[in-house]
């Protein structure tokens, strides 16, 4: 059975930190491109970083939080991580992690993974609530 688990979330005053994990099962995060997505609700969901399977390894990040956070995956326990510092309230929202077949493709479509689920591109966790209070 295909699984992603987010998990780590939780509240933290602005300038803070927190480390979101995604644990995966029934396949393996190395066949693809692995994102991090969040969404306020009634607001668009934003692609926050998607880091590439290719050799490469390049990552992406949104402008919205290069230099504060930082993707990465651990192949042997099969899990990404997010790690993000100097928190801001504008952080606030729920985090929902992806494994991809078109990086990018979950924000299409209203809420975060729907039409990329939809058309069976990838898989998605539940989510993480990310709360940063001032």
């Known amino acids: 059975e295909v699984d992603l688990v987010e998990s780590g979330g939780g509240s933290v005053q602005a300038g803070g930190s927190l480390r979101l994990s995604c644990s995966a099962s029934?396949?393996?995060?190395?066949?693809?491109?692995m994102g991090w997505y969040r969404q306020v609700p009634g607001n668009e969901c934003e692609l926050v970083t998607s880091?590439?399977?290719?050799?490469?390894?390049?990552?992406f990040y949104a402008d919205s939080v290069k230099g504060r956070f930082t993707a990465s995956r651990d192949v042997a326990k099969n899990t990404v991580y997010l790690q993000m510092n100097s928190l801001k309230v504008e952080d606030t929202a729920v985090y929902y992690c992806?494994?991809?077949?078109?990086?990018?493709?979950?924000?299409?479509?209203?809420?975060?993974?729907?039409?990329?689920?939809?058309?069976?591109?990838?898989?998605w966790g539940q989510g993480t609530q990310v709360t940063v209070s001032s």
């Open positions: 992806a494994a991809e077949e078109v990086p990018g493709s979950g924000v299409r479509g209203g809420p975060c993974g729907e039409w990329a689920t939809r058309e069976s591109l990838g898989y």
């Open positions: 029934g396949f393996t995060i190395d066949d693809f491109d």
């Open positions: 880091m590439d399977n290719d050799r490469d390894g390049s990552t």
